[in-house]
């Protein structure tokens, strides 16, 4: 069949596609140019690539299976605070690392709460360091993500269907295999995939909570070989490997990709007749409860131990911070104008699955591999250092663009796939169908993804450990030095400033987008 | 005038072949067994669908390869005909303006359109706040400020109860009547097509056949149209 027609032009995503497509395979070839294969793999490497995939799968599977309950919960009950949970939700994953392990400490660590409160029952105290140390704070990271990512799927079925169904009298069973699992067929596995991959390049989890022969990751091993030898060849060599490992995860994740949509629903509040049994109304609070306990008590320790410091922190932390936040406002720019076109490009051109793999070339490359191979490439042409400011702004970005592509694709495609022709046969070709209905209709997804990306780049610490000097930090960096420097006040202080403008960003840019309001 | 020159459609595994004259004006329905290719013909003519084979004139003009909205054709599909997140004036305006740019002026019109389909009060209303047959006299709305000569119906009121249908299709041909414009709509129901269509096209076996009278075909009809209809 010749090519049918298209709402809006292909064309701005394939260029975008093309210039991340530039910028990462850039880096990699620089990478692979200056390795030196040397020795080749010691012992102590091949252990790093077992602990970097063992904890990757056991994170992934985790998070996952437990975000199935409580995402089902939070679908089809309505509770007071319910939208603030699901806030809540993106606290986590857009949680500075950092700042999440200083609660996680807190909590499950040895003089935790959970570790006196064993000490009480004459029990050992809990022991965080090692694997299952860092499999807890991936789940504690991940576990929202997944919840997230698999109720945005239990949203995206219309609430017709759920009228049709309650109207079939179909029970939660009958709902479960006629709705619910095609559903996560498709976006569960999109949900381990992008887990799986978040973790494989873990670096600051493994910092804080691994470390040791037993529990390094590639990426942290590639952060040593950098700062403390200054040894770019044992470096580029490193990230060679990582890129082999994340290459393996991008392949699971564009093999996950979700398919065909449910159709259109006019925009009615979602609601269910067939979960009223007191025995599934038990379950789902259990399961919200857990949750929320799991995610809160972290944060409530965060907080406690950092609102004794607010008040004397230092100038250099404002500094970082008005830093921070010139980062992530570029950041989040720069992803937008690469993935909304992007997004609409995938969603309509025949053959896009190279676009598809350009966007995903993000999850293929690490933070430190593609920081390592900018370093590299930049290094005999200026001081790296000196643009380290837009460098981590630019980085950040594309690092967040294989979750914003999941994120918009899947709505491009339905938005287009439902109104594409409606559009086309009243000729709205172009700027106003961009302009009236497909942003319009995206708003929700595009305002969750800048939130993401905003946060996650204020939260960010990756690139700019590698290209910061003295004089110049952000905020997570700030910290991360002030707790090297024994200033654990100000630390908790700033870690608590961290996570508030975290949260506002993330909020701001979410709440502006979500308009599948409730009544 | 719409003319079909030696048409070939293709759709999956099967075709549809066309070869025929449409006057200006006429009012006909499209009517044959299910799967048959109604859909498929129509979707041609109004340009999703590309022909494998053949031509598509309008007044002699030749429009087989223009884009969907640069055809002298209004369509309602089955369904999602109205845009959700847009208000019923705003989605009648698209008929005007696709970029919704209107002058006062314009929207003076789409208010008057709005108010010659019986939804004046109602400007401000969302599509999922209105009934199916409010649903479906916004869309109608459209097509008549869009005000396109040839006005394609996929049945568009299939969901709507036999009362109501028949009050669309009367609407349908009161605004054909008023604006001159040819009618084509893909009907299952034979009361519909003798209701309102002086003429049939009949889709069967992978041949959209020339337009005749829409009585003499449902009084006598062929082997395949009287399997379908199930009349004696």
Redesign the interface.
């Known amino acids: 069949?010749?090519d049918?027609?298209q709402p809006v032009s292909g064309a701005p995503g394939i260029g975008a596609a093309l210039c991340v497509a530039t910028l990462i395979l850039g880096a990699l070839a620089a990478v692979v140019w200056r390795a030196e294969p040397g020795s080749g793999l010691g012992p102590s490497d091949w252990q790093a690539v077992r602990f970097t995939l063992i904890q990757a799968a056991l994170s992934a599977g985790l998070s996952v299976a437990l975000a199935v309950p409580v995402a089902r919960a939070l679908a089809r009950r309505r509770f007071v605070g319910r939208g603030a949970l699901i806030t809540l939700l993106g606290a986590p994953f857009i949680l500075p690392v950092i700042v999440a392990v200083l609660g996680l400490l807190a909590v499950f660590g040895r003089a935790g709460w959970v570790s006196q409160a064993l000490g009480a029952l004459g029990l050992e105290p809990l022991r965080i360091y090692g694997l299952h140390g860092v499999v807890l704070a991936h789940v504690f990271f991940n576990l929202p993500l997944a919840t997230r990512l698999i109720l945005q799927g239990w949203q995206e079925i219309p609430g017709e269907r759920f009228r049709l169904a309650a109207q079939l009298g179909a029970g939660p069973e009958a709902i479960w295999r006629l709705l619910e699992r095609p559903m996560l067929a498709r976006t569960a596995p999109g949900a381990l995939a992008v887990v799986f991959a978040i973790c494989l390049t873990s670096f600051a989890v493994a910092l804080t909570l691994g470390g040791g022969p037993r529990a390094t990751t590639v990426e942290l091993a590639i952060y040593q070989a950098f700062r403390f030898d200054f040894d770019l060849g044992r470096a580029a060599l490193l990230s060679g490997i990582q890129i082999v490992l994340t290459a393996l995860a991008a392949g699971l994740a564009l093999r996950a990709a979700p398919g065909g949509g449910f159709g259109?629903g006019?925009?009615?509040a979602v609601q269910r007749w067939d979960a009223n049994t007191p025995t599934l109304r038990l379950l789902d609070g259990a399961a919200i409860t857990l949750a929320a306990l799991f995610l809160l008590l972290p944060l409530a320790a965060i907080a406690m131990a950092g609102l004794p410091g607010l008040t004397e922190l230092p100038a250099s932390v404002f500094r970082a911070a008005r830093t921070s936040v010139l980062i992530a406002l570029l950041s989040t720019g720069v992803l937008l104008v690469l993935a909304v076109p992007m997004a609409a490009s995938i969603a309509m051109v025949r053959r896009a699955a190279w676009i598809e793999i350009a966007g995903l070339l993000g999850l293929a490359v690490s933070p430190l591999v593609i920081g390592t191979g900018l370093f590299i490439v930049i290094y005999p042409l200026a001081d790296p250092r000196a643009l380290a400011l837009p460098v981590t702004a630019l980085v950040n970005a594309v690092m967040a663009l294989p979750f914003a592509l999941r994120i918009l694709v899947p709505r491009a495609r339905a938005v287009i796939g439902?109104?594409g022709?409606?559009?086309?046969?009243?000729?709205?070709?172009g700027?106003?169908?961009l302009?009236?209905?497909l942003l319009?209709?995206m708003r929700a997804q595009i305002g969750f993804t800048a939130g993401l990306a905003a946060a996650l780049s204020m939260g960010d610490l990756g690139v700019i450990a590698l290209f910061a000097d003295q004089d110049m930090a952000t905020l997570p960096l700030q910290i991360y030095r002030l707790m090297g420097a024994y200033r654990m006040e100000a630390a908790a202080g700033a870690a608590l400033l961290l996570l508030g403008l975290s949260m506002l960003a993330f909020w701001i840019f979410d709440r502006g987008g979500r308009w599948h309001a409730e009544p | 005038m719409l003319n079909l020159e030696d048409a070939v459609i293709?759709n999956g595994v099967f075709t549809v072949t066309a070869d025929f004259v449409i006057d200006s004006g006429a009012k006909i329905a499209v009517i044959g067994p299910s799967g048959a290719g109604k859909t498929t013909l129509i979707e041609a003519i109004?340009?999703?669908r590309?022909l494998e084979r053949g031509r598509i004139l309008w007044d002699g003009r030749d429009i087989t390869h223009d884009?969907?909205?640069?055809r002298p054709?209004?369509?309602l599909?089955q369904?999602?005909?109205l845009?959700?997140?847009?208000s019923v004036e705003?989605n009648a305006g698209?008929?005007l303006r696709?970029?919704?740019r209107l002058t006062s002026e314009q929207k003076k019109r789409v208010h008057t359109a709005l108010a010659r389909v019986g939804l004046q009060g109602l400007e401000e209303r969302?599509?999922?706040a209105l009934s199916g047959g409010q649903q479906s006299r916004a869309a109608l709305a459209?097509v008549l400020l869009?005000d396109r000569p040839l006005l394609l119906l996929d049945e568009p009121f299939a969901a709507l109860g036999p009362a109501l249908k028949a009050e669309m299709l009367d609407l349908v041909a009161a605004l054909a009547q008023e604006t001159g414009a040819t009618l084509m709509m893909i009907s299952h129901d034979p009361d519909d097509a003798r209701r309102i269509a002086d003429l049939a096209i009949l889709v069967a076996e992978g041949v959209a056949h020339p337009p005749q009278p829409t009585a003499d075909l449902l009084d006598t009809p062929p082997p395949a149209l009287r399997a379908y209809l199930g009349a004696g």
């Open positions: 069949m010749a049918r027609a259109a006019l925009d009615r439902d109104f022709q409606l559009g086309l046969s009243l000729n709205m070709g700027g106003p169908f302009r009236l209905v319009p209709r | 293709r109004a340009g999703f590309p884009a969907p909205g640069a054709v209004a369509m599909f369904d999602g005909n845009f959700p997140h847009l705003q698209l008929g696709p970029d919704l969302k599509p999922g459209r869009q």
